[in-house]
């Protein structure tokens, strides 16, 4: 894509497409405010993509042209990292990999006529009042039409990864941090699979070159992402970076990634320094952490020091994100009646903190429902062993390093 944004823009005709909230005869004035560099055009602009282009996750006919117009911005003065942050947004919610075929057979079916009907519902739908427009999405043809937006944004990835991979050096570190997010998403298609292998290596020569523990966890996380093995971060003398490393799918199976997740579990908090970035959008990084190290290693007992440890954040969600995975691992067939060792000290463990048992907590009751667990404290206080063996082992772990709240 080498176009000037005003030509992208001048290029469409967007009377016939529409966004979240109608028909995007807006948008080309928005997209042109995001170029002035004025303030509050800029704001107006962004409040635009973020809601009508971009709405809670929803892609639109009007979203890949607008797509293609914001990646062309990229040389103006617009604010970069958030335009950055917003391609990178579009491609997490068109991200279609293994079923952008079934979907595009789907969209674009073989017979003219089916092909032809849901061209005809586009332009009838851009040209209808709001009413009718609300009335029109009772046939299902209108699934197919957001369908088909979603693989116009995804057929989009391999032109919009060049200029935003031109920013993976630029000295603005958030700039640069948005920019390898935003291109380690595009460069999943397959048609960028070339690009891939390039855009690896010059993630290692930036992580190698790093020097903030944050930027070079952030580094190997994409790394990771784009199918590296980045083993050597293993051993990084700081533990986000080690846990990124980690994380990776290819270190999955490998005995000294999960040596790291675990040891890292039990220290939760740490890995939150991560949550700022793009790909944890907006939650704790703990949360990928745990979700991970419950998924990679489905030992009651060898996570049972990382389950204590997330116990002083338990039941402020439901189904609890920090708690629930280890109960999963700890409890697969709902309350037992013949309880190991770590189930027994486990409960314990959990029916002695007064601050989980607020009679109020939905979150508590709905977590342990999903898992086929009590909601009685006596019961978790009790759970003890008929046979002689004494959860003593078990009582005597303690979790390593800092537990902070």
């Known amino acids: 894509m080498t176009g000037d944004a005003h030509e992208e823009i001048a290029g469409v005709a ?14 080309p004035a928005h997209l042109r405010g995001l170029l002035g560099g004025d303030e509050a055009e800029v704001s107006a602009a962004f ?51 293994d079923h952008a075929d079934g979907l595009r057979a789907e969209a674009y ?31 299902g043809t209108g699934d197919l039409v957001l369908t088909r937006a979603a693989l116009d944004c995804y057929d989009a990835f391999p032109d919009l990864l060049a200029p935003v991979a031109g920013f993976l050096g630029d000295p603005d570190p958030a700039v640069r941090t948005a920019a390898w997010s935003a291109a380690t998403v595009l460069a999943r298609h397959p048609a960028a699979v070339p690009s891939a292998a390039d855009l690896r290596g010059r993630l290692e ?34 533990p986000v970076v080690r846990g990124a490393a980690a994380l990776a799918p290819a270190l999955a199976e490998d005995p000294g990634a999960l040596d790291v997740l675990v040891a890292l579990a039990r220290s939760p908090h740490a890995f939150d ?40 954040l338990a039941f402020r969600l439901a189904p609890c994100p920090d708690l629930g995975p280890y109960l999963r691992i700890a409890f697969p067939g709902g309350w037992p009646t013949d309880p190991s060792p770590h189930q ?4 314990r463990a959990v029916g002695e ?43 005597n772990v303690v979790p390593e390093g800092p537990q902070g709240t």
């Open 14 to 27: 967007w009377d016939g497409l529409f966004h979240a909230y109608g028909t995007a005869t807006d948008t």
């Open 344 to 347: 027994c000290a486990l409960a």
């Open 273 to 312: 320094a991560l949550s700022a970035l793009p790909r944890f959008g907006g939650e704790p990084a703990r949360w990928t952490l745990i979700a991970a190290v419950c998924a990679r290693v489905p030992d009651a007992a060898r996570l049972y020091p990382a389950a204590l440890a997330a116990l002083p």
């Open 109 to 139: 079916p073989e017979d003219p006529e089916a092909r032809a009907a849901i061209d005809a519902w586009v332009a009838a739908y851009a040209a209808a009042d709001e009413d009718d427009q609300v009335d029109m999405w009772d046939d």
């Open 353 to 395: 903190r007064d601050e989980l048992w607020d009679p109020v907590n939905g979150n508590r009751k709905i977590t342990f429902r999903h898992l086929g667990l009590p909601d009685d404290r006596a019961a978790w206080r009790g759970l003890t062993r008929d046979s002689a063996e004494t959860c003593a082992a078990a009582d």
């Open 47 to 97: 409040g635009h993509l973020w809601s009508a282009i971009l709405h809670q996750g929803t892609v639109w006919p009007a979203t890949a042209p607008a797509v293609r117009a914001v990646a062309s911005a990229l040389t103006r003065p617009a604010p970069r990292e958030g335009t950055l942050a917003f391609l990178r947004a579009v491609a997490v919610a068109t991200d279609l990999g």
């Open 205 to 238: 020569r930036l992580a190698g070159a790093a020097g903030g523990a944050e930027e070079r966890a952030s580094l190997v996380l994409d790394l990771g992402d784009l199918g590296g093995a980045p083993r050597a971060w293993l051993a990084d003398p700081h």
